[in-house]
């Protein structure tokens, strides 16, 4: 099982991002995908999520300005950045709860994608 995620790179302040994560390998099913962050010098952070019903949730920092999305079908997650700002200089992580035997869920880590936001 591999969550490969894309879409970082180089942005001024104010400017938009996406980052896309898929979901690929063998497996029964995935329920809440996340994306977290890990700022220089600061603790790993969870940005935002949603489940499998629709649940979605955001840290503050970023409500109004990143949207997460899913396609359930195809088991990718995106998180929309807008109005970037410099403090969202960040490590970007996917994350996700994966079904791969009946024995339950286990959580796993796609490598990390470098958004820098230029002031």
């Known amino acids: 099982v591999q969550l490969q995620a894309s879409g970082g790179g180089v942005v001024q302040a104010g400017g938009s991002l996406k980052l896309s994560c898929a979901a690929s390998?063998?497996?029964?099913?995935?329920?809440?995908m996340r994306w977290y962050r890990r700022a220089p010098g600061k603790e790993r952070e969870v940005v935002a999520g949603?489940?499998?019903?629709?649940?979605?949730y955001y840290t503050d920092s970023v409500k109004g300005r990143f949207t997460i999305s899913r396609d359930y079908a195809k088991n990718t997650v995106d998180l929309q950045m807008s109005s970037l700002k410099p403090e969202d200089t960040a490590v970007y992580y996917c994350?996700?709860?994966?079904?791969?035997?009946?024995?339950?869920?286990?959580?796993?880590w796609g490598q990390g994608t470098l958004v820098t936001v230029s002031s």
């Open positions: 994350n996700a709860d994966i079904q791969v035997t009946r024995d339950g869920e286990d959580e796993y």
């Open positions: 390998g063998n497996f029964f099913s995935v329920s809440t």
């Open positions: 949603m489940t499998t019903r629709g649940t979605i």
